[in-house]
């Protein structure tokens, strides 16, 4: 019975990551701001800077509804800001989703 509780868990976790990709051109508007934006501080190729890095294997085992609430909310006492005013709670998924990929190749 000891499973029951872990496969509830890996299912809540995949469903928060199963937010549907914005639309484009939405969509690459978000990808180029996180590019842009995020890698201001996180560095172009978010291996880190300012802030850590936000490559896959940095973000691997971080909680998906944490990031997505850090992202919309900012960190209080970090140079980390609210992107609530630019993203909806759908598109700070997409993002999370994106960060645990991995950017797209730019083209």
Known sequence: MKTVPALFALLAT????????????????????????????????????????????????KD?????????NGLRGTPMPPWRPFLSDDEAMFVVQLLKRGLPDER
């Open 64 to 72: 998906p509804e944490l990031m997505r609430a850090i992202i919309l």
């Open 14 to 61: 995949g469903a928060a990551m199963a937010a549907d990709a914005p639309p484009e051109p939405r969509r690459s508007e978000i990808v180029n701001m996180v590019r842009q934006d995020c890698g201001s501080c996180h560095g172009l190729t978010m291996k880190g800077g300012l802030g850590p890095p936000l490559v896959p294997q940095a973000v691997a085992q």
